[in-house]
């Protein structure tokens, strides 16, 4: 079972929609969440920190599950400019400085 | 200010051959990591650095990597003897704090490419 776990997708949406992403980790004492985006051939990017009590930048909302051991991220009202791919990414509890990636989720967002 | 920087970002190898990819992380970032994406596959950990010292080398796959830091500034990845399943894109990232505490700021990879 991989660590971090996501539907690479590609979800095709238009403009205007609204998509949500979801992620599931295996270690439970992991302690750190984020969501990176990496545009084709660029390199991963932080998009937002995920917090326990869900956390909101603009048109995106981040929440975190423990007990279910759950990420999500909503994007609303699509734009094109947010096609990328997704990534989940999470701390191991020893904070040693090493993250552990998801394969990334893909989103296309048509006109 | 200038962000993480890679050199080369694309190296064409046979197997055999080595290669050693650089990284310039930003300025006055302490930590300096070394990760690695295959094909088809999640970026995977290779090596954390702090300044010049190794903090975690546990994601290394062989002793045909070796990666140094000598004074605490740029960072080198060498792979000797290169391999056909070394091909990837071999990311450098750094970060003031550890990287569970903040972001990471990662650089725009370098592809190699094993024939």
């Known amino acids: 079972r991989k660590e971090v776990e996501q539907d690479p997708g590609p979800f095709n949406v238009p403009e205007g929609a609204t998509v949500a992403f979801n992620c599931t980790y295996s270690?439970?004492?992991?302690?750190?969440f984020f969501w990176y985006r990496q545009d084709c051939r660029k390199e991963p990017k932080l998009l937002m920190s995920?917090?326990?009590s869900g956390n909101e930048d603009g048109r995106f909302t981040a929440q975190l599950n423990r007990a279910s051991q759950y990420i999500s991220l909503l994007i609303r009202d699509s734009k094109l400019s947010d096609s990328a791919t997704y990534l989940c990414?999470?701390?191991?509890?020893?904070?040693?400085?090493?993250?552990?990636f998801g394969q990334g989720t893909t989103l296309q967002v048509k006109p | 200010e200038a962000g993480v920087t890679q050199f080369p970002s694309h190296s064409v190898i046979e197997k055999g051959q080595t290669v050693t990819l650089r990284c310039d992380p930003i300025?006055?970032?302490?930590?300096l990591y070394w990760y690695r994406r295959v094909m088809g596959k999640e970026i995977k950990f290779l090596l954390h650095?702090?300044?010049?010292?190794?903090?975690?080398e546990s994601g290394m796959p062989n002793n045909r990597f070796l990666a140094e830091r000598t004074g605490g500034t740029y960072s080198t990845l060498k792979v000797q003897p290169a391999e056909l399943e070394d091909s990837g894109v071999y990311f450098c990232?750094?970060?003031?704090?550890?990287?569970?505490?903040?972001?990471?700021?990662f650089g725009e990879g370098s592809r190699l490419t094993v024939l």
């Open positions: 990414v999470v701390n191991l509890p020893s904070n040693t400085g090493k993250l552990i």
């Open positions: 650095f702090v300044k010049e010292s190794k903090q975690d």
């Open positions: 300025s006055g970032h302490d930590n």
């Open positions: 990232a750094s970060s003031h704090f550890l990287a569970g505490d903040g972001e990471l700021f």
């Open positions: 995920v917090y326990s």
């Open positions: 270690n439970s004492a992991s302690q750190s």
